[in-house]
């Protein structure tokens, strides 16, 4: 039995706001709600088989994949609004801005941080980090939690994407630091 | 063979998931507009462009009517971007086509873009004027063609049918 997507016979899309109170653009669903049939579980894995079989080959392994969920959220949507929407991924540098976001170094990464993947300049996909491991001081170890489009919840190497998703180029936390010396 | 040999690349599961992993719009014209199989079936494709037109809008329908919306999604979605470079019109009529027929998310979207694509353009051009058989038009982007010497700006053609009186039916196919 297919399972089907969140009803949107009605527009169930509910507004995000960031911190800043700025509404968060989701995609207009419009005359896509009437156009729209939903994925399946089974689909879902197909595809995300065929990815991490492709990536295996490239000498890139992924740690497990989270969720099959066939619910219609992507990366930024998975981060930002608790999976319960598609953000377009161009968004998301209005998002760093409005949420408090600021760029880090590498080397201050820690989890709950989040990646921008990117390719030829252009962002294609974030992933939230999930864990670090230092020795002597220097990071040896960085997984990453994140949704490759429509396809499969994955935790993974920081570096262990599909190709089209680009490359690690970026870091940003809105992280405090302790206010004691 | 034509443009089998691109379609059976193109409806392979390999191919399709290049791109469901991806995040955005933008993002998925981008790849496609890279992709060396969509380049070069768009570049055949331009040696016949009614014949070409003509069968990628069937395979869109034989997807469509055989396998259902699921099992296609990306494929779809790259062959109205394809339809798109290669007639603008058969592929409003695709995208339409799509759009009854119903698509998971990237084929449908693909489809909106274009139909929308299509209502700006149609805005965007107006007649300046009408002299002896000479219709001078205009778009958005300050092109102009000329009816007598069917002279066009290089980053557009138009094709343009002259009717009974002064009424002009046009149909447009842009070059990109």
Wanted: net charge negative.
């Amino acid at each position: 039995m297919p399972m089907t997507l969140v009803d949107f016979g009605d527009d169930t899309r509910k507004p995000i706001y960031a911190r800043s109170g700025a509404l968060i653009p989701q995609v207009d669903y419009g005359d896509l709600l009437n156009a729209r049939i939903g994925q399946t579980v089974e689909d879902v894995q197909r595809r995300t088989d065929i990815v991490l079989a492709d990536l295996s080959k490239k000498g890139k392994r992924v740690s497990v994949v989270r969720s099959y969920s066939s619910c219609l959220y992507n990366c930024v949507g998975m981060i930002f609004a608790c999976r319960r929407a598609w953000i377009e991924i161009n968004e998301i540098y209005h998002i760093f801005q409005e949420d408090g976001f600021r760029k880090i170094r590498y080397e201050e990464l820690g989890a709950g941080d989040i990646v921008v993947y990117s390719s030829d300049m252009s962002p294609e996909h974030v992933g939230l980090v999930t864990t670090v491991v230092r020795r002597g001081g220097k990071i040896e170890v960085v997984e990453v939690l994140s949704k490759w489009g429509r396809d499969a919840e994955i935790v993974h190497p920081l570096h262990s994407v599909p190709s089209t998703l680009g490359i690690a180029s970026e870091y940003w936390s809105e992280k405090v630091a302790s206010g004691f010396a | 063979m034509g443009l089998h040999k691109y379609f059976r690349k193109i409806d392979s599961l390999e191919f399709q998931v290049q791109f469901s992993v991806l995040s955005g719009f933008s993002s998925l014209r981008r790849y496609f507009a890279r992709d060396l199989t969509l380049t070069e079936l768009i570049a055949e494709a331009m040696e016949d462009i009614t014949q070409s037109s003509c069968s990628i809008n069937e395979h869109i329908r034989h997807l469509l009517d055989r396998h259902g919306p699921r099992m296609n999604d990306e494929s779809i979605a790259a062959y109205l971007y394809c339809l798109k470079q290669i007639d603008l019109a058969v592929a409003q009529e695709a995208s339409q086509y799509v759009l009854n027929k119903g698509g998971v998310w990237w084929s449908v979207r693909m489809a909106l873009h274009i139909l929308q694509y299509e209502d700006q353009i149609k805005e965007s051009i107006s007649f300046s004027s009408t002299e002896n058989n000479k219709v001078r038009y205009s778009t958005g982007n300050e092109s102009t063609i000329d009816n007598s010497s069917n002279t066009v700006e290089p980053a557009k053609r138009f094709m343009f049918t002259k009717k009974e009186g002064n009424k002009h039916q046009i149909e447009l196919a842009f070059a990109s």
